[in-house]
């Protein structure tokens, strides 16, 4: 059964008064002046320090990013006589900037403050030096506009490494992780898993915020693994590695004896490795959802177990071998 996989919309934009939200960032953006405009949408995740701006140079301003005025662009400013600093402020906030971030403890000063309010743009003031604060501004911009997607599985963590469960209703994915937890591992997410894209390889799954920390059992019902097993047991968010889809034995169905055979699923354009698990009574499926973790781990340390077995066979008989893909070819195919 191909697993619920719902594409988010993106958020266009977020506003201005979003950076000043309590936790936001590491610290506090004090808002100066142009209170008005803090519902103003930023769209764009990077910063953008427009020194040249105060000069006269607008080109390549772009007021749907942040804009951030540093130590050296408030000195330069300081030194302006009053009327050219007026005016260099004038100039620079009636571009319709999204919002204006002031660092290193720098106060916006009279002239920042009366343009700001003047043409209603938002000036915040940020307690840290540029750098710290375009990190933290990074960071935030990049969750907020991520483009998300939502799966249906259930989303562990062990050891260190994010597998994604997979598989039709009632095969056992949250009975799985239930005996992973007892193990020491992690619970991030039953479910329903949200996806955020944060890099062109790199997709991150957490819990709904309702279902947080919760896991449903059949015959147990919902179950808060947070409070029965420690905070150790849980984790908000981690970084989806692999990919295991559950599914049904069956007795004619041809398998991968060997592990050369390479799968992917494709999450919000991202390729993540997949292994097709079978499940049956009797049969532990935690200790080979354990098993392939640890398999992963070796692969990402550059070591591919049965490949490494298959070239020593291969050896041994004296032929070529077959795992070695062919010049131009692509190994693997994309999951479902």
């Not at 301003?61 to 009053?82: C, F, N, S």
């Not at 009975?175 to 790199?202: I, Q, S, T, Y």
Request: hydrophobic share 45%; net charge neutral.
């Amino acid at each position: 059964m191909t697993a619920v996989h719902t594409s988010i919309p993106a958020p266009r934009f977020v506003s201005a008064r979003t950076l000043t939200e309590p936790g936001a960032v590491p610290f506090t953006l004090e808002v100066c002046a142009g209170q008005q405009g803090l519902d103003r949408p930023i769209s764009h995740p990077r910063v953008q320090k427009s020194g040249l701006a105060l000069a006269g140079h607008f080109e390549g301003i772009a007021p749907e990013r942040v804009q951030l005025l540093g130590h050296t662009e408030m000195t330069y400013a300081a030194a302006l006589d009053p009327e050219r600093r007026l005016g260099a402020f004038e100039a620079f906030l009636s571009r319709g900037l999204a919002c204006v971030v002031v660092t290193a403890g720098h106060g916006p000063g009279v002239d920042l403050s009366r343009a700001a309010d003047r043409h209603g743009c938002p000036v915040l003031r940020s307690p840290a030096k540029s750098s710290v604060t375009i990190h933290a501004l990074h960071a935030l911009l990049d969750d907020r506009l991520a483009p998300r997607a939502r799966v249906h599985g259930v989303f562990v963590d062990v050891y260190g490494v994010g597998i994604l469960l997979l598989g039709r209703s009632g095969i056992g994915k949250s009975e799985c992780a239930l005996e992973l937890v007892e193990r020491g591992h992690r619970l991030v997410a039953d479910d329903v898993v949200d996806c955020v894209l944060r890099a062109p390889d790199n997709v991150s799954g957490a819990a709904t915020e309702l279902l947080r920390n919760h896991l449903e059992v059949r015959g147990l019902g919902v179950l808060n693994i947070r409070d029965m097993f420690g905070v150790a047991a849980v984790r908000d968010r981690k970084r989806i590695a692999l990919v295991i889809r559950l599914v049904a034995r069956d007795e004619d169905e041809a398998w991968d004896r060997l592990g050369i055979d390479e799968e992917w699923f494709e999450i919000l354009g991202a390729r993540v490795p997949l292994k097709c698990v079978p499940v049956r009574p009797g049969k532990n499926t935690a200790c080979t959802v354990e098993v392939a973790a640890r398999n992963e781990l070796l692969r990402q340390a550059g070591h591919h177990s049965a490949r490494a077995f298959h070239a020593r066979l291969a050896a041994a008989l004296g032929v070529q071998d077959p795992s070695i893909p062919a010049p131009g070819h692509l190994p693997g195919k994309a999951g479902p």
